[in-house]
């Protein structure tokens, strides 16, 4: 019987933390500044989540995130939600996120959880979301406004996110390891 309750304890531990995570990325997606891909802070709550969950609860908690604003709930930046927001231009990028937690993942579940394996991780997540995204938004923009360039595309939607990404990555391997020890997974 104390085994069981133990067990209930810490899934109800692990659906706390992910709840908070869901919540976190809604709040940073929230925190925005308007441009053709929105500023937000989505990718340091994706990278941290993952990063404080580990790899399957990280991505299971990404998925439930996204398919909340699927449903409509307003987490997306500009506190839109609703499959619009999954199919338009910029969608591509929010289904990257995804795709982000799978590569980190994956990571994980070949080289372990070291510090250099979650920054790498992260990285390459990070280019996984931005070559995804940016696929989806040429096809999306240039079936609804025209043809669109590969480097337009680029210049619109990566170039000027490469340096406060990666800063956001290094904020969140710097409260993965402050952050870690204090939960209980």
């Known amino acids: 019987m104390e085994h069981i309750q133990a067990k209930n304890k810490q899934h109800t531990l692990e659906l706390t933390y992910m709840a908070a995570c869901i919540a ?27 990063g404080l969950l580990g790899g399957r609860r990280g ?23 609703g499959l619009g927001s999954l199919l338009g231009a910029t969608g591509g990028y929010l289904a990257g996120f995804l795709l ?18 979650l920054a790498l991780s992260m990285v390459l997540g990070l280019v996984v979301c931005y070559t995804f995204g940016t696929l989806w938004f040429i096809q999306v923009y240039s079936r609804t406004n025209g043809p669109i360039g590969l480097f337009a595309a680029l210049a619109g939607c990566v170039f000027p996110f490469v340096l406060p990404d990666l800063a956001k990555i290094l ?13 209980r997974l």
């Not at 398919?67 to 987490?75: K, M, N, S, T």
């Open 59 to 81: 991505t299971l908690t990404v998925l439930a995130y996204l398919l909340l604003g699927a449903l409509g709930i307003p987490i997306f930046s500009h506190f839109t939600g």
């Open 24 to 50: 976190l990325m809604a709040v940073c997606s929230w925190i925005s500044i308007p441009t053709t891909v929105p500023f937000t802070l989505q990718t340091f709550a994706v990278f941290l989540t993952v």
């Open 171 to 183: 904020l969140a391997l710097t409260l993965c390891r402050r952050l870690k020890g204090c939960l």
């Open 100 to 117: 982000s937690a799978l590569v980190m993942w994956g990571m994980e579940k070949l080289l372990g959880s070291a510090s250099w394996v």
